[in-house]
């Protein structure tokens, strides 16, 4: 049994998690493409933006709450969707969502989860649906009305996966979805619902990306998961100011700056590097959210200052669930709200809605 209490940050949960997680389940979680120049580069990154305080100011009362997509919520950070939960922790998807309903935040449910629409459905709270759009339509279209069925509030449509980017430790592990474990969305479907479990010599989870998810993806994609829905769709996967201006003018209710945690492309742009670009392109016409790297109150602290409405959290749960299921994943958002709150103490805000860009600057220049 892990020790809750002794585990004080984010990067005492990943240490002990890197002690209980099976070696492939590890390689999955934490690696990124290649040669993981972008993984290291997601957090170095934020720590480049220093924090300039005010002083003398009353910081006696806190206000961390905010609204997404104008639902409230009480911190301006939530649960990333991450693949195959149940690895972790066999309550996987369901702690992690319960845990999100108590700091009172949003969880977003990944397609290729080991747990259900319906299961997470059942567990109160504010809920995203995670969509990739597969080859075969009708199977995408049944995904998006059992979500709308199920009260979800928005579709986060990832487009930055036309296949998965090469995780040397997932090729070296043979990595493959448990066999005693299943992709609850597709039960009953044996192809869909099992098609990880096998490898045939390398990552087996890209084996099962490239033959169902659909590499042929435009813009015009995006038209048409409009036409199927009447929930909010938010494009996850932007890295540049193009794409996020295209994006708004197809509709997009909000822009997600991501790089997949950096398992797509190796040497890409940090996600906190291309925010403020992003966010000056987008202007007011849509809410920005970033995930990538973020591992304290203060990393949350720094994008809420450069424009992002919202800081999503994946790996972090994760150790949280490794370490201690529900109780762990809980433990780890009120790490970073704990956290946040000092920071905004300590810099003199006392609302996360009045963050503004002059509190941070970029290394050591003083011009903003």
Known sequence: MVDLHSLVSIFDFEKEATKILPRPAL??????????????ENNDAIQRW??????????????CST??????IRVPFGVAPTAMQRMAHPDG????????????????LSTIATSSIEQISSIEGLHFFQLYIYKDRAITKQLVKRAEKAGFKALVLTVDAPNFGIRYADVRNKFSLPPHLRLANFEGEDEKSSGANTSRGGSGINEYVKSLFDPALTWKDVAWLQSITQLPIVLKGVLTPEAAIKGVNSGAAAIWVSNHGARQIDTVSSTIDVLPEIVAAV??????????GFRTGTDVYKALALGAKMVFLGRPLI?????????????VL???????????????YSAVTDIPRTSVSYGHSSKL
């Open 67 to 72: 609204r997404i997509l104008g639902y409230p």
């Open 27 to 40: 390689g999955y979680y934490q690696s990124g493409a290649t040669t993981e120049h972008t993984l290291k």
């Open 319 to 331: 150790w949280g669930l490794a370490c201690g299921g529900e109780e762990g994943a809980y433990q």
């Open 50 to 63: 220093k924090i300039r305080p005010r002083i003398l100011v009353d910081v006696s009362k806190i206000d």
């Open 334 to 348: 009120n790490i970073m709200k704990t956290e946040l709150e000092s920071t905004m103490i300590n810099s003199g």
């Open 93 to 108: 998807e369901c702690a992690n969502a319960r845990a999100a309903a108590r700091m009172g935040t949003v969880f977003t």
């Open 283 to 292: 202007g007011n016409k849509c809410e920005v959210y970033i995930d990538g």
